[in-house]
């Protein structure tokens, strides 16, 4: 079974710290997202990775950045977290083409900055 | 943008009752997937159908798919309280591949 691990699942950090949030997968995928997911606004795609050390921004990338290092992992960073940011983040990996292959998706980390 | 847009927004049901779900988008789509997510979790893949499918089941899932109305619909047959979850329908817009998901929807069923 494909294995998305998040590193927290529940983070509280202060308004205008540097936040990390770690997602690793054990599938070898080469596809992974970042999506955040708030109460009637559903899953929102923050920035995805088709390749190592390759990046690309969704839907809602500001005040958000992304690393990707090696293929297993693939971290989303804000830079100086803000209240509005309070959300559940939840990371997902997926085979080469997302329109041949199911996403598999983490836990969820709920994030709350005050 | 929103492409998947579930309907209704929530649902209630009986033990043993069938569920229906649907789901409209907007543009062309190479296929279409339906997810479940329990409360405090990720979301679990269900179903894919491509876009030249018109019905696909998989146990007590039955997912039709109606391109000329850009719409699917989600069965579950039997329902269970194990079946209480929020479901989402995601789309891979023929554009450009990423997926997008709905809002999703709430089933409730009662035992």
């Known amino acids: 079974d494909v294995k998305v691990t998040q590193s927290s699942r529940y983070l509280v950090k202060r308004t205008g710290e540097k936040v990390f949030l770690e997602c690793v997968q054990d599938?070898?995928?080469?596809?992974m997202f970042w999506y955040r997911q708030d109460p009637g606004l559903g899953l929102r795609l923050i920035y995805f990775?088709?390749?190592?050390?390759?990046?690309e921004k969704g839907d809602i990338p500001e005040g958000y950045s992304v690393s990707r290092e090696k293929k297993e992992r693939f971290s989303l960073i804000l830079e100086s977290a803000s209240t509005n940011q309070t959300s559940m983040y939840l990371c997902?990996?997926?085979?080469?083409?997302?329109?041949?292959?199911?996403?598999?998706f983490g836990n969820g980390t709920r994030l709350t900055v005050t | 943008s929103q492409q998947g847009e579930e309907d209704p927004q929530a649902l209630s049901i009986q033990e043993g009752e069938n569920a229906t779900m649907n789901c409209s988008y907007k543009?062309?789509?190479?296929?279409l997937q339906w997810y479940r997510q329990n409360s405090g979790r990720g979301l679990v893949h269900l179903i894919l159908?491509?876009?030249?499918?018109r019905e696909k089941h998989s146990g007590r899932l039955r997912v039709t798919l109606d391109t000329s109305k850009k719409s699917s619909s989600l069965l579950i047959t039997a329902s269970r309280a194990a079946d209480t979850a929020s479901y989402f329908c995601?789309?891979?817009?023929?554009?450009?591949?990423?997926?997008?998901f709905g809002k999703g929807i709430t089933l409730s069923v009662r035992p």
């Open positions: 997902a990996s997926g085979q080469a083409s997302s329109y041949n292959s199911p996403l598999h």
């Open positions: 599938m070898d995928h080469e596809n």
């Open positions: 990775s088709y390749d190592v050390k390759m990046k």
């Open positions: 543009t062309s789509i190479n296929n």
């Open positions: 159908i491509r876009s030249n499918e």
């Open positions: 995601a789309t891979d817009a023929a554009a450009n591949s990423k997926l997008t």
